[in-house]
Structure formats: C-alpha cells, structure tokens
C-alpha cells in the first residue's frame, strides 16, 4: 500500500521543465548566496559558540504551529554541518578543476574555518568540573548555539528575504533537539555571561548525527585541499574511536557503544549503541580512511548482510544508506553496494542523493539509472529554494522539507504535518547539484562562481565583449575587474551587472570608442538569472 501511495505522488507532482548544466548552476550559486543567512561566520571558531553551524530553518510565519513565529532553530546541527563541510570541499575540488583559483581559495579558508566548529564542540570534557582534558577526543556535544549579540549587528549579520529581523521572544535562539532529559522537546541555549557552560546542558553525541558528521568528513577527506584532508582524516579518526568505545586510563570499553565524558554509555534510545552497524563502520574505518584498528563486533556482518535488503525502518535507512556509501559496505562484485544503497533508499526517494554520494567517493562508474532522472530532481527544486510555511504553502515536487535526503517522502511533499516548518537552507540541493556536476559534466569549466566575479580580461576576446557580441558579466553580489577594454580591432562592449557592489582594481582601463556600463541592483534571480557565461 506504501508504495502505491509513493508512486501516486510522484505522478501527480508537477511536472519540470528541463534545465541546462547552466541553469543548474545558477540555482546552486542562488542558493550559496543565500545561504549566509544561515550561518554566523567567525574569525575565531574555537571560541564563538555557533559559529559554522547551520541554523535548519528560519521564519516560521504560520501562527498555529507551537514554535515562535519568526526565529531561527538550528534542530539537529550535525545533519547540516555535514552537508556544509561536503558542499564546501565540492565546490573547491570544482572551482580549482575549472580554473578559478582565486575563488578555490576562498572557498577553502571557509572551509578550514568551518572545520574548527568541530573541535569546538569537542572540548566539552574539558570544561567540566573537574576538567577531563582530552579524555575523551571525538566526543562532541550537539547543541550549540551563537550568543545574541551576534545577531544584533548594523547591519543585521542575518537579515533574511523580507524579514530583516529575528523578532524571537526576548531574541531567543530555539534548538529543537531534546535535553538529555527525553521528554522534553524543546530548549532555550541563551547564554551571555563568562561562566563556563554546564556539560550536562548540552546533548549528548548520538550515532546519527556521527554518521553525518562523517558523511561531510569523506567528502572533504575526498575532494578537499590538502590542509582539509588532513584534518577530515584526524576527525574521522577520532569519531570512529567514540562510535568504537571508551578509552581512559583505568577505563577501556571496546564495545560498539558511544560513552559520554564520564565513561558512561549512551542508552541506544539516545542513540548509543553503534554495535549493529558495526560492520559498516569498519568498513569506513579500514575501506575508505585506511584505520587499520578497527574490528566489528561478533555476529555484525550478518546484521549488515542483511540490512542490504532494506528491511530498517525510515529513521536508520538513511544512515545505513550513508555508511554504505562512504564504506562501499557491501562490495563491488556484481553491483552489490549500488543495488544495496537502492534497496534502503528508494521507498522515499533518497536514491538520487546515495547513489551519487557513493559514486563520487568510489569512483564507481556504473549507473544503476539514466542520468536524466538525477537531473529531473535538481530541475524541480523551486528557484526561490525549499520552504514549508503551511500545508498548503510549499514549492510541489518533494522540496518541503528540510532535508530532502533523511525526512520521508510525506514529509517532502508535506502530506504530513512536519514539527519545524519554515524557510530551509538548500544543503540538500547543493550537494546533490555538486556530486551530479563531479559524476556526469565532464566539462569542468563550465563550473563558474555567480555570487562573486574577480576578472581580469582583455577585450573583445575570442568573438566575446565586442560592438557585435556584447558580454555581460552578471553575479549575485561582486565582481572586481582589472580588465582591459580596447577598441581594436573592434570596440569592446562589456556590461557588470552586481547585486551589492563593484570594484575598480588597478590596470582596469577603457579606451576610447569601448563601450562599458556599470550597474548595481538586487538581482532577482528567480525573474531573470544571470547571463550565461
């Protein structure tokens, strides 16, 4: 019955309309642009808590739902970081690949900074009372959230669309995961004073979120600059020993199970318990990262074995679809990972996601399906990127949700009332749209940065920015120019169109009879995207 009722939604979602390479592109670039009202930057990550995490939804307008109406609730903060640090390290691998190195290194300093959000949040033994210095490496809290201040900046650091302000109640921050404590649903994390928070106010690592944090660890351990890799193979490491066990002098539990700071297991309701999935982490462990000190548990590999006929429930499907992506859990004989990774995703359309995440990372070049279907999906997320303010108010075709790649297919479409409704991120769209360029474009220059332009051209230039061939440089928010427009052997014709501003550097020049123009407005992609380059 569950299958006709997925496949009845499929046939009546919307139909898209084919897109190109470039109007692919453009979406991903809106969406990266729009994807600092986010995230609060930070010179200084190991010490501004919140900083590089990625709130999950912003700006609940809908008056009947239990959250306050406007407010940023960062929910469960490892699935986005994850999926951060994996876009990040994508786009870098594609920036460098097609040639824009300026814009590589960007990308780059942003993601060493978004790395250091980790370890932040793996100092937590060290402010307990008594410290327990690095005790316990790799163990991380869940919860963390800026002071108010950040958000109280001129200009507003994360004005958003039409809501310039996060009107919270007494500007409150919501993290929507549970307490420790299991019943209760919803916390307040507003501190603003010196003192050292209590450890036992944060949450406790649970498996899940591990398994995102390593899905954005491979990814950068794959595609990320040197630096990065080093520091995504030490992260795993230490991620991989708390999923292992406990080890502290006087202590040592190799037992499949994640220990808090005090050497206490995590009840698997809490998600604790790592020892089914055992397996699958070893695979990690040894296949991907090459950590030759991992064994899995007793009896695990016929729990894997059988997990590849997709027999979980929804909630671990995604993760054991993610290990086995990351471990290539079931091998390459025959397929097997492919038609596994199927097997536990397809029921809710994560297929499209896994499937390209295990090819990336394998290299696999074996397609279970056409391309084209992987393309249907990135054409049907809506320009203006995915939200859910009501039932009755979201984009069709499965982008309502926010996180087309664990929430359900219900969830997606929103025939079911989901518990943080809201404007989403697009991490979703962006790291498929960067697994689909690095598996299927072979061209890698088409991959061009639209939120900001550094250039350095002489004009016209290959039949390009002439009287007969106009070029139009058009981003999101900058471009700096060093340009030369001559009038020879035709007059140059270039036109800058930029959202926030434009820059002159030293050696732009125009001679006489060149045509150049200027503009600066808001770009209002979802009318007219910018001019293909």
Request: proline share 6%; aromatic share 14%.
């Amino acid at each position: 019955m569950r299958k006709i009722a997925i496949l009845l939604l499929l046939l009546f979602s919307l139909e898209s309309i084919a897109q190109t390479v470039y109007e692919r592109q453009i979406k991903y670039w809106y969406l990266r642009d729009r994807l600092r009202h986010f995230i609060v930057p930070s010179n200084n990550p190991l010490d501004d808590r919140g900083s590089y995490l990625v709130i999950g939804s912003r700006n609940n307008n809908w008056p009947n739902n239990y959250w306050l109406t406007e407010r940023a609730s960062y929910g469960q903060q490892m699935e986005f970081y994850g999926y951060y640090i994996g876009v990040l390290a994508t786009e870098y691998y594609l920036l460098k690949e097609s040639g824009e190195i300026e814009e590589a290194a960007k990308t780059n300093s942003e993601l060493l900074l978004a790395l250091k959000a980790y370890k932040r949040r793996d100092l937590c033994e060290e402010l307990l009372d008594p410290p327990l210095p690095n005790m316990l490496d790799g163990f991380f809290i869940r919860s963390d959230v800026p002071e108010d201040d950040l958000f109280n900046e001129d200009p507003p650091q994360n004005s958003f669309l039409v809501n310039s302000d996060l009107n919270n109640e007494n500007s409150i921050l919501i993290s929507s995961d549970q307490l420790l404590d299991e019943n209760e649903a919803i916390r307040v994390v507003n501190y603003t004073s010196n003192q050292l928070p209590d450890y036992f106010q944060y949450e406790n690592m649970s498996q899940d979120e591990a398994v995102f944090l390593l899905e954005g660890l491979a990814l950068t351990y794959k595609f990320g600059s040197l630096d990065a890799k080093l520091i995504a193979l030490s992260y795993a490491h230490l991620v991989l020993n708390r999923l292992y066990g406990y080890v502290s002098p006087g202590l040592h539990f190799m037992d499949w199970n994640i220990h808090n700071a005090y050497g206490l297991p995590i009840p698997p309701g809490q998600g604790g318990a790592a020892v089914l999935l055992s397996f699958g982490y070893t695979k990690i462990a040894r296949d991907f990262f090459g950590f030759p000190d991992f064994f899995p548990a007793a009896g695990s590999e016929v729990v894997w074995g059988a997990l590849y006929n997709g027999i979980a429930s929804d909630y671990n499907q995604h993760m054991i679809a993610s290990i086995a992506a990351i471990g290539e859990g079931w091998g390459n004989l025959f397929h097997l990972t492919q038609h596994g990774i199927y097997n536990n995703t397809d029921q809710d359309g994560w297929d499209y996601y896994y499937l390209q995440l295990y090819k990336a990372l394998w290299g696999r070049n074996w397609n279970l399906y056409n391309v084209d279907r992987i393309e249907d999906r990135l054409d049907e997320a809506p320009c203006e990127g995915p939200y859910c303010i009501s039932l009755t108010n979201h984009p069709p075709n499965g982008w309502a949700s926010p996180d087309k790649w664990r929430f359900p297919l219900q969830e997606q479409f929103a025939d079911e009332e989901i518990g943080d409704i809201g404007v989403y991120t697009g991490l979703d769209y962006m790291i498929l749209f960067n697994l689909y360029f690095i598996n299927n474009v072979g061209d890698r220059s088409l991959y061009k940065n639209y939120v900001n332009e550094i250039t350095d051209q002489n004009w016209p230039s290959e039949g390009q920015g002439s009287f007969t061939n106009p070029h139009i440089i058009d981003v999101f928010r900058s471009i700096s120019s060093a340009d030369y427009l001559k009038n020879y052997p035709e007059p140059a014709d270039v036109l800058y169109h930029a959202g926030v501003n434009i820059k002159l550097l030293p050696g732009f020049k125009v001679e006489s009879h060149a045509h150049f123009k200027a503009k600066i407005t808001p770009m209002d992609y979802c009318a007219t995207p910018p001019a293909n380059r």
